[in-house]
């Protein structure tokens, strides 16, 4: 009878649950610690019970149910996705921050040249008086440009030249000669050819529109960067990473160990699993914050955004004046094209004889002010080096997020692993989803990236491309290719082959895994014995 009984008692040690070290231990800790987490005490065991049924925390010892462990998990998630938030607000601030200081200063610089235009043009006389809302709008156009208007700068300047040319080559023209619609047409066309302005027409439209292009793609480079960040803010983690916050910051609390911190590289893991897809903007983030570096830098390029901007009006006299000095060349040229308009009358002094009178201004003796230089400098120095500090945010985000959670240098032997107090020794994954294929801790599907985020990364490469071309002074609208985007990128596997190995958590396992194991190939075996008559049955017919 020995055998059998001996049987007997095996069976019956395996079939128990075991002893429970310290099974009468108090959970008066963690039930204060779930209410002051809003929870409610319904169903929180006074004492330890037996953890066979949890899925999440190790399986042991604890004070947490099941409900409990679902519970903590959900907050948890939520309580990570508030900090991602919170970090993703602060960087929305300092986006908005940026904007407000260049525009600020753009639009002082604007409105400044703006008012210096009587100054500067007011000896011209008539021309000027006038026609002060010629100049005008072209402040205006250039204004509504900034603002983000569907202008075309190109044509708005060409405009305004031909209409200031209209006004000039009327002005020198007698009283009693009256010009027709056709008669002036005939004049703009010679504009090309005989250059009336000089240089300037062309020398000004080249450097306005790259100063106003590069100012207008530089703030729309700030607005997309904090929208960006907005919407990826607000993407939710996914189920399996609440799982592994969950095992990262309440497990503890279940298993008696609220004051031991989470190792660092575990967290790290953690982060990493769960912030895949949001690192995976981290290329194209980066390169748009260096094409934004430079476009701010070229601000201060010769001829500076300052220079250009305060240079308008002397540009503009510059251009009279050469007018005024070739006036008589330049109608002989137009009569012989156009046709004599009329025989001279006795009107008024004409706009050759004007300029005689008035003392002569040209852009060589413009100056700009050094106090500007100098105000130029800073707001690109300010720019520069706020912009450098958000080049890594989507890689630093997971540390950012340690560096609450982990616990510090000094304890890394003795902080949470995951199953107890003791060192971690998996190796810490790189960035980015591809790199997730072996993360210990955070089981990701590779081939099936978060598709907002990757919507995001096609904002970030159309704003970097518009920024690159603004740097040459061209306007590109991109269109949206959001809607193209396929699931492809980092997270595409070799030949469609994506291996689902994971590597071992722990140098030494649990024993309860070992039990776990066993129990399901008994099981499986089990299941083949069963199916084995039937199978016979199905081939003796």
Request: aromatic share 6%.
């Amino acid at each position: 009878m020995r055998p059998p009984l001996l049987l007997c008692a095996v069976v019956c040690l395996c079939a128990a649950p075991g002893p429970v070290a310290g099974a009468d231990r108090s959970c008066s800790d963690l039930r204060q610690f779930y209410t002051g987490k809003g929870f409610t005490l319904a169903g929180v065991p006074q004492t330890e019970i037996s953890g066979e049924h949890l899925r999440m925390c190790p399986q042991g010892p604890t004070c947490c149910t099941s409900t409990m462990e679902e519970s903590l998990a959900g907050l948890t998630a939520q309580e990570t996705e508030g900090l991602i938030r919170e970090a993703g607000r602060s960087l929305q601030a300092a986006f908005n921050a940026l904007y407000r200081s260049f525009d600020t200063y753009f639009t002082e610089l604007h409105g400044r040249s703006e008012r210096s235009l009587q100054e500067v043009l007011s000896p011209l006389g008539p021309l000027y008086s006038q026609n002060t809302r010629l100049y005008g709008d072209l402040y205006a156009d250039l204004r509504q440009y900034y603002r983000g208007s569907a202008l075309n700068l190109d044509e708005n300047l060409s405009d305004f030249w031909a209409r200031l040319l209209e006004r000039t080559f009327k002005t020198s023209t007698p009283t009693d000669v009256t010009l027709s619609e056709d008669y002036f047409e005939c004049v703009a066309k010679q504009q090309e050819t005989l250059r009336p302005f000089g240089d300037v027409p062309r020398d000004m439209k080249v450097k306005v529109i790259r100063a106003f292009v590069t100012a207008r793609s530089f703030v729309q480079g700030l607005l997309v960067s904090a929208d960006v960040v907005k919407k990826v803010s607000q993407v939710s983690l996914g189920p399996e990473c609440s799982k592994a916050l969950m095992k990262l910051v309440y497990c503890p609390h279940c298993r008696g160990l609220a004051s031991v911190k989470p190792c660092s590289n575990y967290c790290s893991n953690v982060m990493k699993g769960c912030l895949a897809n949001q690192a995976d903007l981290d290329p194209e983030w980066q390169n748009l914050i260096d094409t934004m570096i430079q476009v701010a830098s070229s601000f201060s390029t010769e001829p500076s955004l300052d220079v250009v901007l305060t240079s308008i009006p002397a540009r503009i006299y510059e251009a009279v004046h050469y007018l005024q000095e070739n006036m008589d060349t330049f109608t002989a040229k137009v009569y012989q094209t156009c046709g004599t308009p009329g025989e001279p009358g006795t009107g008024s002094p004409t706009l050759h004889e004007q300029k005689r009178k008035s003392s002569s201004l040209t852009a060589l003796e413009y100056k700009p002010s050094p106090t500007a230089g100098l105000r130029l400098e800073m707001q690109v120095s300010d720019l520069s080096s706020k912009l450098r500090e958000m080049r890594q945010y989507w890689v630093q985000l997971p540390v950012a997020l340690c560096s609450k959670l982990a616990a510090g240098g000094n304890n890394q032997d003795k902080c949470w692993n995951g199953i107890t107090k003791a060192r971690y020794l998996p190796e810490v994954m790189g960035d980015g989803l591809a790199n997730q294929i072996n993360n210990p801790e955070v089981e990701l599907d590779i081939t099936k990236p978060d598709m907002t985020i990757r919507q995001q990364i096609m904002q970030l490469k159309i704003m970097s491309n518009k920024l690159k071309n603004a740097l040459d002074g061209n306007d590109v609208d991109f269109q949206d290719a959001s809607d193209d985007i396929s699931g492809s990128g980092s997270g595409m596997c070799v030949g469609g082959q994506c291996p689902r190995s994971r590597p071992g958590l722990y140098a030494y396992p649990p024993d309860n895994n070992r039990v776990t194991g066993a129990a399901t190939s008994q099981t499986d075996i089990c299941s083949l014995l069963l199916m084995l008559p039937l199978t016979i049955l199905l081939l003796q017919r």
